[in-house]
């Protein structure tokens, strides 16, 4: 037996110790040269200022007048909520799964490197890793790994992941002793990915089972703290059996740690994932036209805003909350009604042509070239030209493929060739509709087709058509308020001609609809009601286009507007838009409201950016504006009204309503504006292209392919119990308005009788 002697025993301990301390000294050296990138080998650290104010990338998110979310601008779809928003299921399986001491360590877990340790030296690779919920928040939330904070020892593949492993231990010190324990927790919970671009768990569970986070089950909280070791692994729309097998871990792990009873889990882990996966994009949710619509006056206010305050904020990555003037109710009524009379248009507009196109001249013969002509206009067709050759470009275009399509019974898989897929889709017929409250100008909802996700174009404000009989109002007006005629005065229905005096060097006559003239001397409120073409020919041959023009102008409409005799039919394009905007000066007392879209813009922490306020001025006297609307009414009240039939909707009775019908010519463009005491709408229907129309009168008139909608929304407007404000009534009338017409009208309406004509809008040319 070998004895050790004392002084070798002692000198080993002294040599012990002195390793350790030179091993330690190396290691704090080591982590102090990691912290001030000592060399530039190491990369830099986030500052102080970062550390205490963490950023992730956020979406903003549009906000309706009545609390609702109608959509987000993001890059990564985050959101954050905070602690006592989630359900302390979620909490457990966290817990349970992820950092079992996180509670009681310091950011850095002893026990859990030494278990990674063990792990690598017995080759065991299961022995599970290392990382707190805190280190993962360090390298989440600051980009720990990336180039960003690369120094020169960056591209070295093992050097790399121990510096960051460093920064990340670090970093983890730091925030342990800046933030509570369920700060932390939620820094980590509002910034992990779960997979399908879906980050923070508030969109994550809205996403998976469209509930909010305080709602998730035992099961549900499973599943998406599973995911978090891989999203895409155990993505359950994907991998479901690797997403049920990874959610039964979880479970098995919850029941280790005591947070669920051993029989509970035995039933939960046999449980089917019962998703209800809703996908939180661009082209979901309410209001989309109006979100694109909003989205490049939002950038433009941003980068405005940013120079004005030395700011870098951002739209998709700020988190900002724009509070906007839609109502998620008018909204959702308005999208079902258009739909719901959209469905119709399109069932009798496909049997109205049957096998025969629809892009057809006025005697109904088909446009030739017509779709080789919009094949050229293709941004798609253009490229392929510049690559490959117009010969070959053809051929593409001709060459059939799998694709889906839009159809009003949902997406349909299909065979087609690009060029068929385009004569397909030119067979549709496309719509616009808005709603404003004309007190504020507050646009109340905004539906701008009958398709975001396959038809994008905007034809509230980005569309343009004529408006036809719609634009008539302007007309009577400007005569009215320029004292060429008073509400009760008659004008003769006859045949008006324009000659070289007049700008029509060819001379011009308009005609009524079926070119009937009674020859009878019609009341203001007659000729408007049952859109007699000659009067408004008569009108504008008194007061002069120009000053048809300066009233439509001053009243709301931007566009320009030809200053021709025919302008009376309405033969300038205008927008869905500019027409709301501009009759609701006729039901807001003769003052022209700029129409309002956002109330106020705050940043992510809810501090106010910016609040918004409605602009008016008067340019009609309360009487005048009244007088218009006296005279609107007659389309929905008297015999013969080209609205009249707004009655069959149940929307009239107890109710003042002024409208006015549209129509263009060969029927391309069907208009209807309907304004109650609280609500203006207008709505347009028609076909992409102004070949595109219905060949007759009784279908493509705008009381029958635009006004249904009108009614559909208005009822369900007024059912609406919690929408009180826009309950049915009369208008506003002015305390010394006075109208005596000699004992041919007053103001109360005549009893209603059903009109003897069978087409009931005459605002054709």
Same mark, same amino acid.
């Given at each position: 037996?070998?004895? =050790? %002697?004392?002084?070798?025993?002692?000198?080993?301990?002294? $040599?012990?110790?002195?390793?350790?301390?030179?091993?330690?000294?190396?290691?704090?050296?080591?982590?102090? *040269?990691?912290?001030?990138?000592?060399?530039?080998?190491?990369?830099?650290?986030?500052?102080?200022?970062?550390?205490?104010?963490?950023?992730?990338?956020?979406?903003?998110?549009?906000?309706?007048?009545?609390?609702?979310?109608?959509?987000?601008?993001?890059?990564?779809?985050?959101?954050?909520?905070?602690?006592?928003?989630?359900?302390?299921?979620?909490?457990?399986?966290?817990?349970?799964?992820?950092?079992?001491?996180?509670?009681?360590?310091?950011?850095?877990?002893? $026990?859990?490197?030494?278990?990674?340790?063990?792990?690598?030296?017995?080759?065991?690779?299961?022995?599970?890793?290392?990382?707190?919920?805190?280190?993962?928040?360090?390298?989440?939330?600051?980009?720990?790994?990336?180039?960003?904070?690369?120094?020169?020892?960056?591209?070295?593949?093992?050097?790399?992941?121990?510096?960051?492993?460093?920064?990340?231990?670090?970093?983890?010190?730091?925030?342990?002793?800046?933030?509570?324990?369920?700060?932390?927790?939620?820094?980590?919970?509002?910034?992990?990915?779960?997979?399908?671009?879906?980050?923070?768990?508030?969109?994550?569970?809205?996403?998976?089972?469209?509930?909010?986070?305080?709602?998730?089950?035992?099961?549900? *909280?499973?599943?998406?703290? #599973?995911? =978090?070791?891989?999203?895409?692994?155990?993505?359950?729309?994907?991998?479901?059996?690797?997403?049920?097998?990874?959610?039964?871990?979880? =479970?098995?792990?919850?029941?280790?740690?005591?947070?669920?009873?051993?029989?509970?889990?035995?039933?939960?882990?046999?449980?089917?994932?019962?998703?209800?996966?809703?996908?939180?994009?661009?082209?979901? #949710?309410?209001?989309?036209?109006?979100?694109?619509?909003?989205?490049?006056?939002?950038?433009?206010?941003?980068?405005?805003?940013?120079?004005?305050? #030395?700011?870098?904020?951002?739209?998709?990555?700020?988190?900002?909350?724009?509070?906007?003037?839609?109502?998620?109710?008018?909204?959702?009524?308005?999208?079902?009604?258009?739909?719901?009379?959209?469905?119709? %248009?399109?069932?009798?507009?496909?049997?109205?042509?049957?096998?025969?196109?629809?892009?057809?001249?006025?005697?109904?013969?088909?446009?030739?070239?017509?779709?080789?002509?919009?094949?050229?206009?293709?941004?798609?067709?253009?490229?392929?030209?510049?690559?490959?050759?117009?010969?070959?470009?053809?051929?593409?275009?001709?060459?059939?493929?799998?694709?889906?399509?839009?159809?009003?019974?949902?997406?349909?898989?299909?065979?087609?060739?690009?060029?068929?897929?385009?004569?397909?889709?030119?067979?549709? =017929?496309?719509?616009?509709?808005?709603?404003?409250?004309?007190?504020?100008?507050?646009?109340?909802?905004?539906?701008?087709?009958?398709?975001?996700?396959?038809?994008?174009?905007?034809?509230?404000?980005?569309?343009?058509?004529?408006?036809?009989?719609?634009?008539?109002?302007?007309?009577?007006?400007?005569?009215?308020?320029?004292?060429?005629?008073?509400?009760?005065?008659?004008?003769?229905?006859?045949?008006?001609?324009?000659?070289?005096?007049?700008?029509?060097?060819?001379?011009?006559?308009?005609?009524?609809?079926?070119?009937?003239?009674?020859?009878?001397?019609?009341?203001?409120?007659?000729?408007?009601?049952?859109?007699?073409?000659?009067?408004?020919?008569?009108?504008?041959?008194?007061?002069?286009?120009?000053?048809?023009?300066?009233?439509?102008?001053?009243?709301?409409?931007?566009?320009?507007?030809?200053?021709?005799?025919?302008?009376?039919?309405?033969?300038?394009?205008?927008?869905?838009?500019?027409?709301?905007?501009?009759?609701?000066?006729? *039901?807001?007392?003769?003052?022209?409201?700029?129409?309002?879209?956002?109330?106020?813009?705050?940043?992510?922490?809810?501090?106010?950016?910016?609040?918004?306020?409605?602009? %008016?001025? %008067?340019?009609?006297?309360?009487?005048?504006?009244?007088?218009?609307?006296?005279?609107?009414?007659?389309?929905?009240?008297?015999?013969?009204?080209?609205?009249?039939?707004?009655?069959?909707?149940?929307?009239?009775?107890?109710?003042?309503?002024?409208?006015?019908?549209?129509?263009?010519?060969?029927?391309?463009?069907?208009?209807?504006?309907?304004?109650?005491?609280?609500?203006?709408?207008?709505?347009?229907?028609?076909?992409?292209?102004?070949?595109?129309?219905?060949?007759?009168?009784?279908?493509?008139?705008?009381?029958?392919?635009?006004?249904?909608?009108?009614?559909?929304?208005?009822?369900?407007?007024?059912?609406?119990?919690?929408?009180?404000?826009? $309950?049915?009534?009369?208008?506003?009338?002015?305390?010394?308005?006075?109208?005596?017409?000699?004992?041919?009208?007053?103001?109360?309406?005549?009893?209603?009788?059903?009109?003897?004509?069978?087409?009931?809008?005459?605002?054709?040319?």
């Amino acid at each position: 037996m070998i004895e =050790l %002697q004392p002084g070798k025993y002692r000198h080993s301990i002294i $040599r012990v110790w002195r390793f350790a301390a030179i091993g330690l000294g190396l290691i704090i050296f080591y982590i102090f *040269a990691v912290s001030i990138n000592l060399l530039w080998l190491f990369g830099g650290m986030p500052d102080l200022k970062t550390l205490e104010n963490p950023k992730s990338e956020l979406a903003s998110e549009l906000i309706s007048e009545d609390g609702k979310s109608l959509g987000k601008y993001f890059f990564e779809n985050r959101t954050p909520i905070e602690f006592d928003q989630i359900s302390p299921n979620l909490i457990e399986a966290l817990l349970a799964t992820e950092d079992a001491r996180f509670v009681n360590h310091s950011g850095i877990d002893p $026990r859990s490197l030494a278990r990674v340790f063990k792990g690598v030296v017995s080759g065991n690779s299961s022995s599970g890793g290392g990382s707190t919920l805190t280190q993962q928040v360090a390298k989440n939330l600051f980009q720990t790994r990336s180039e960003k904070y690369g120094g020169l020892l960056h591209k070295i593949p093992l050097v790399r992941t121990v510096i960051a492993k460093t920064k990340e231990w670090i970093l983890s010190v730091v925030l342990e002793r800046k933030y509570t324990k369920r700060e932390i927790m939620m820094m980590y919970l509002n910034t992990v990915s779960f997979g399908n671009n879906t980050y923070g768990i508030k969109v994550a569970a809205k996403t998976y089972f469209n509930k909010d986070a305080w709602d998730l089950s035992v099961s549900e *909280a499973a599943l998406l703290v #599973g995911m =978090l070791q891989n999203p895409t692994l155990y993505n359950p729309l994907r991998f479901p059996t690797n997403a049920v097998n990874r959610r039964n871990t979880v =479970l098995a792990q919850m029941v280790k740690y005591k947070y669920l009873p051993e029989d509970k889990f035995d039933s939960l882990k046999e449980k089917s994932l019962g998703m209800k996966f809703t996908v939180d994009g661009h082209n979901t #949710g309410l209001a989309p036209y109006f979100r694109e619509s909003m989205r490049g006056y939002l950038k433009a206010w941003v980068k405005k805003y940013n120079e004005e305050n #030395g700011e870098d904020l951002d739209l998709y990555t700020s988190g900002l909350r724009i509070y906007t003037t839609i109502d998620s109710r008018m909204q959702r009524y308005q999208e079902e009604a258009l739909n719901e009379h959209m469905r119709a %248009q399109q069932r009798l507009f496909d049997e109205h042509w049957k096998d025969r196109n629809p892009w057809a001249y006025p005697d109904g013969k088909e446009v030739p070239g017509f779709i080789e002509k919009a094949v050229r206009t293709l941004p798609y067709f253009n490229v392929l030209k510049k690559e490959v050759g117009e010969k070959e470009a053809w051929k593409v275009m001709n060459r059939p493929y799998k694709m889906k399509v839009f159809s009003y019974d949902g997406e349909k898989e299909v065979t087609m060739s690009p060029i068929d897929s385009l004569r397909y889709y030119k067979r549709f =017929l496309h719509a616009g509709m808005m709603s404003m409250d004309p007190r504020n100008g507050q646009v109340k909802a905004w539906v701008g087709g009958v398709n975001f996700k396959y038809f994008k174009y905007d034809h509230v404000k980005q569309g343009a058509r004529q408006p036809g009989s719609t634009f008539k109002p302007f007309v009577y007006v400007s005569a009215l308020d320029k004292n060429f005629l008073t509400p009760c005065d008659r004008v003769m229905d006859a045949p008006v001609h324009f000659g070289l005096s007049d700008g029509v060097p060819g001379g011009w006559t308009p005609h009524n609809a079926g070119n009937k003239f009674s020859y009878r001397a019609l009341s203001l409120r007659q000729a408007l009601g049952k859109s007699v073409n000659s009067v408004s020919a008569n009108i504008i041959k008194m007061v002069k286009p120009n000053t048809v023009v300066e009233y439509a102008h001053k009243l709301g409409i931007t566009s320009e507007l030809n200053p021709k005799p025919s302008l009376c039919l309405g033969i300038s394009s205008v927008s869905v838009f500019e027409m709301v905007n501009a009759y609701c000066a006729f *039901a807001n007392g003769g003052h022209r409201t700029e129409a309002l879209t956002i109330l106020r813009i705050e940043d992510r922490y809810g501090n106010v950016l910016q609040q918004f306020y409605q602009k %008016q001025n %008067q340019e009609l006297s309360e009487n005048m504006a009244y007088s218009m609307l006296y005279l609107m009414r007659g389309a929905v009240e008297d015999p013969g009204g080209t609205a009249g039939r707004l009655r069959t909707f149940g929307v009239t009775e107890g109710n003042e309503i002024a409208a006015k019908t549209g129509t263009s010519q060969n029927y391309s463009d069907g208009w209807f504006m309907g304004m109650t005491q609280h609500l203006v709408s207008g709505i347009w229907v028609g076909g992409e292209d102004m070949q595109i129309h219905f060949r007759t009168m009784a279908l493509g008139q705008g009381g029958r392919v635009a006004m249904p909608a009108w009614g559909l929304y208005m009822k369900k407007v007024y059912d609406d119990p919690t929408l009180l404000q826009y $309950r049915k009534g009369p208008f506003n009338k002015p305390e010394n308005f006075r109208l005596d017409c000699g004992g041919v009208r007053s103001d109360s309406a005549d009893t209603y009788t059903p009109p003897s004509r069978t087409d009931d809008e005459g605002a054709l040319f």
